[in-house]
């Protein structure tokens, strides 16, 4: 919801433009001049004299009027994080002249930009609108601090300047529009374009629906012999696709997380995916759930397919960070065999940047395999490829190839121990991890694998 609500303002601060200063040089110097040349004392009086009155008047034409000018920003309740996000700023000018006005934003310290600053110009009695964008990196509170506009006279030789206090502080979600495009997608079955595959059923769905009587074309391994003997009429069962099955978004937020990749950290890389999963899995009809665990776990969110369970999934994603510690594998399987009774799918969002540190969760992973299908979705390192594909240029250049071309062999190596164990395993570059993640449950969903 868009908020348009016109608080306080200062109208403090007169400034001379710079060309007034530069005007005062040029007096100043025809004053020396006028040493040797008498006859300039009398040009350089009349110039200051002219300048006063200019400033004068600029000054009152400035200030006749109490509040010349209105300033508003307008923006989103809540923002998203690694999206282009639209904010607008409102100028209105009530002086009965047009006026040329600078206007400064004071952004999130998080943005790191203390030069923002636009110029235009409007007409009397008329509003102009600013719009630009915003890409914020980081989840949690963005505060935005006051507007600044500095407005010139119509000599333009003074400067006024009005703050407006339009302090409000806003959240940063995980990326709710991706999840709201590749929802639209999902319902208009047009997901082939973002690199979502349409897989083909096999077998046949196992939840009952009802028993009907046979018409030509029903598959006859259906046939219900039981009812048939009562009714003396062929009866058959049918079948629907099977519903409500429980999906759980788990997610590492241990030290291997905290790398970042073009802005933002890979455990924002699996927030954004896990919700953009988790929206789907409803609108399928399914049971979504979040757990996110370092060595204690920060979130148990159990899985359900209630209206608002998408709101209280935006709620527990957005202050999620990570740290520097190594996560306990053994406390979440711990977590996991208590409190999810009923079979379900798991999406780990981990990283493995070597096969040892696979071999010691390893375990783990293969006693939440027993229990449940388990998808360990884990990072591709991008800087590994473009390394390999840098020309060597010395022999140590020879050496980092090798190093980067072994610990990028170990990550395959990794999936096929995954998948060796009955383990779904999902390896993905960061910018991709929505799209093969999401492919991976679509496919294990149309093949009733959970």
């Not at 049971?287 to 935006?314: S, V, W």
């Amino acid at each position: 919801m868009v908020q348009n609500i016109f608080h306080t303002w200062d109208n403090s601060g007169f400034y001379l433009r710079r060309k007034v200063y530069y005007i005062l040089f040029a007096a100043a110097v025809i004053f020396v001049t006028s040493y040797f040349f008498p006859v300039l004392f009398n040009a350089a009086i009349l110039l200051i004299i002219c300048l006063f009155i200019a400033v004068l008047l600029d000054a009152f034409l400035l200030y006749r009027v109490r509040k010349g000018i209105e300033a508003n920003r307008s923006l989103q309740d809540r923002l998203s994080i690694g999206d282009l996000n639209k904010v607008v700023l409102e100028i209105k000018n009530h002086y009965d002249h047009k006026i040329h006005f600078i206007v400064i934003d004071e952004l999130p310290y998080q943005f790191q930009d203390t030069k923002w600053r636009r110029k235009g110009e409007v007409q009397s009695g008329e509003m102009v609108s600013i719009p630009y964008t915003l890409t914020p990196n980081e989840r949690g509170e963005f505060h935005f601090g006051k507007i600044n506009v500095l407005i010139d006279g119509p000599l333009s030789v003074v400067q006024r300047r009005y703050v407006f206090h339009r302090e409000r502080t806003v959240k940063v979600y995980p990326s709710y529009l991706q999840m709201r495009r590749f929802q639209l997608l999902a319902v208009a079955s047009h997901l082939q374009p973002s690199g979502v595959k349409r897989m083909r059923k096999l077998g046949h769905s196992m939840e009952f629906e009802q028993i009907k009587e046979y018409v030509r074309g029903d598959d006859f391994r259906t046939i219900n012999w039981k009812a048939t003997a009562r009714r003396g009429d062929l009866m058959v069962n049918n079948f629907t696709d099977e519903r409500s099955q429980q999906i759980y978004c788990i997610i590492n937020k241990g030290r291997v997380m905290k790398m970042p990749f073009e802005g933002m950290t890979l455990l924002d890389y699996a927030i954004n995916a896990s919700l953009v999963i988790s929206n789907v899995a409803l609108q399928k009809q399914d049971k979504a759930g979040l757990i996110t665990f370092a060595q204690q776990l920060d979130a148990f969110l159990p899985a359900d397919k209630k209206p608002t369970q998408i709101n209280l999934l935006l709620d527990t994603l957005y202050k999620q960070q990570t740290n520097f510690q190594d996560p306990d594998f053994e406390k979440l399987f711990s977590v996991v065999r208590n409190r999810i009774t009923h079979r379900s799918l798991l999406v780990l969002f981990t990283n493995f940047e070597s096969y040892e540190s696979l071999e010691r969760e390893l375990p783990t992973l293969k006693r939440l395999a027993h229990y449940h299908l388990l998808m360990v979705v884990f990072f591709e390192n991008t800087e590994l490829k473009e390394l390999i594909e840098k020309p060597a240029a010395a022999l140590e250049d020879i050496y980092i190839k090798t190093i980067a071309e072994k610990y990028r062999h170990e990550k395959r190596l990794i999936a096929k121990e995954l998948q060796a164990h009955g383990i779904v395993a999902v390896l993905s570059t960061p910018q991709n991890l929505t799209i093969n993640a999401l492919n991976k449950y679509l496919e294990l969903k149309n093949r009733q694998s959970i």
